[in-house]
């Protein structure tokens, strides 16, 4: 086989194709998520108060109060 076989077969190859593009949409929705609840956020800062009053009810519903 020679070197310009080689090339075009490597060329036209498309196997992992997909698992990439996944891999690079998993990274962009990161992004955006991350993005979306940063700390200095409305959202961010609206699930940082649910998740405080979360934790203070299971906290106050363990001690019986």
């Known amino acids: 086989m020679s070197l ?15 698992a990439v593009e996944y891999a690079i949409l998993g990274v962009a929705i990161s992004a955006i998520i991350l993005a979306a609840v940063a700390n200095d956020s409305t959202l961010g800062t609206a699930i940082s108060n649910a998740m405080t009053q979360i934790s203070t009810n299971i906290t106050s519903a363990n001690t019986g109060g």
């Open 4 to 18: 310009s076989q080689i090339t075009k077969r490597f060329i036209n190859d498309e196997r992992g194709v997909t």
